[in-house]
């Protein structure tokens, strides 16, 4: 059976969980496989409107949702997120969420680290979430992270926490912080430990045998390919791979697994935080975009960055990803517009690129180049079939997967789940 790798093909919030959730009652399993609750995404069914972070999308229709060893889990934001949906109506029960026992933890020494550098770097800062994403990551691969397997062996830590704190404690005290205190952490950790460790198993496991089964397999990335640590506008990146190869290392299966690869992609540009962006509109048109599309952070509440769509940044996306086919999002949101702009290129030095360079410098210095299309008049909003698309939106969808040389897949029209256009079953070989 075909499995489905959902990833953000631009700065995230591209509208993956609507997708995802819209996908996942076609399948059997959804599985995040990076990131941690830096991601927000918002999906609407009905009047209800719920906000997820760290669960995989697909706990609101029931199915079977799995945290994978790629996520870093701060245990108390899980804890209050599940309770936040349990009030909502949302089940969640050891039956239908497992959280791979391999994850590394999120510790408030990573919250403080995250906000102590982003304060002292002033205006060169991330923008970072400030959920302690990057030193979690830092801790995993610098093999001092406390995992959710430790949660059961509070007691014979002592090892650890020296190494953990060894390493805290200079930084803190760089900062004019106090030292970790040991003691607390403990018995924060003891007093959670009950509530992770309930979904705590070794997740491969339980994949291996749902796949064996002939399982269909839904996975969801969470923010999007330009802040990936590698291919992204570093170092204004998150901390972790976004790319579809990262669902086979974050969840323990093998990259025969990823199957189709549905890059999300809005059709114009967003960013939250800093960092270059060609293609941003600091005037009323660019206000009209975040007005019109509602772009402000799940997360941070922040404001977002908009812009005009960018195909040389996505159609690099989709090459890096293995992008096989994209769900193009928020349509819209362009419903009304005169004229609307497309990146094709950009102009460097006097010398026409057409790819991103991969230097900070460079980044922030290329020029867009554009080609204009008449807009269209009439509306796209909750349109659920082509027939009910006006032809220059047709148009315009055509051009864009012409320039990013991926056909779309999907078109989602609205927030809400059913205004999805399906051209291609992404679930269908
Ligand atoms: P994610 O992080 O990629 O899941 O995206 P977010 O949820 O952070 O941001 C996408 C926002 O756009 C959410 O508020 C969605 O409800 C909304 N959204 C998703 N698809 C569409 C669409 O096709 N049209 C409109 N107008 N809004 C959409
Ligand atoms: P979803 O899944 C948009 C951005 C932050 C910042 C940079 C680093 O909703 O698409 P971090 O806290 O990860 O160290 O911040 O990455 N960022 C996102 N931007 N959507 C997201 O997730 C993001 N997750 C992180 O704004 O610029
Ligand atoms: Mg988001």
């Not at 509530?195 to 990335?221: C, D, H, S, T």
């Not at 939250?272 to 060609?278: H, K």
Request: charged share 20%; net charge negative.
């Amino acid at each position: 059976m075909a499995n489905v790798t959902v990833i953000g093909a631009q700065w995230g919030d591209e509208g993956k969980g609507k997708i995802v959730d819209w996908l996942a009652s076609r399948a059997d399993v959804v599985v995040r496989f990076q990131g941690g609750h830096n991601a927000g995404h918002t999906l609407v069914v009905g009047d209800q409107v719920y906000k997820l972070s760290l669960l995989p999308s697909g706990i609101v229709t029931g199915t079977l949702s799995i945290i994978g060893n790629g996520v870093v889990l701060d245990p108390w934001a899980l804890k209050a997120e599940i309770e936040k949906l349990t009030t909502q109506g949302v089940d969640i029960n050891t039956e239908n969420f497992a959280l791979a026992d391999n994850c590394p933890l999120i510790l408030p020494l990573h919250r403080d680290l995250d906000g102590l550098r982003e304060t002292a770097a002033g205006t060169g800062k991330i923008g970072t979430t400030g959920r302690g994403i990057g030193p979690a990551y830092e801790d995993k691969v610098g093999r001092r992270a406390l995992r959710v397997c430790d949660l059961a062996h509070l007691d014979a830590m002592d090892a650890q926490l020296d190494r953990l704190c060894a390493h805290h404690d200079a930084l803190r005290a760089g900062f004019g912080q106090p030292p970790v205190d040991r003691v607390a952490l403990i018995a924060e950790l003891r007093e959670i430990a009950p509530f992770v460790l309930q979904f705590a198993q070794p997740v491969w496991k339980r994949l291996k045998k749902v796949r064996k089964a002939g399982a269909r397999i839904l996975f969801e990335g969470a923010q999007g390919v330009l802040l990936d640590v590698d291919h992204g506008t570093y170092p204004f990146v998150t901390s972790s791979n976004t790319v579809s190869g990262t669902a086979a290392s974050g969840s323990g299966l093998g990259p025969a697994a990823t199957g189709f690869v549905l890059g999300i992609v809005k059709a114009y540009t967003t960013r939250v935080g800093s960092g270059p962006f060609p293609t941003e509109l600091e005037d009323e048109m660019g206000q009209r975009l975040g007005e019109r599309g509602h772009e402000f952070g799940t997360v941070t509440g922040r404001k977002r960055r908009c812009g005009w769509f960018d195909a040389v940044l996505v159609r690099q996306s989709c090459a890096i990803s293995g992008v096989t086919g994209i769900a193009l999002t928020k349509l819209d949101v362009l419903d009304g517009f005169e004229k609307v702009r497309i990146c094709t290129g950009y102009r460097l030095h006097g010398k026409v690129l057409d790819y991103f360079p991969s230097h900070s410098a460079d980044q922030a210095a290329v020029e867009p180049i554009y080609e204009e299309i008449d807009g269209w008049v009439g509306t796209t909003a909750g349109a659920r079939s082509w027939a009910d698309l006006p032809a220059q939106a047709i148009k315009y969808i055509q051009r864009v997967q012409e320039l990013i040389e991926t056909p779309v897949a999907l078109i989602s029209t609205s927030p809400e789940r059913e205004d999805t256009i399906l051209v291609r079953d992404p679930f269908v070989d």
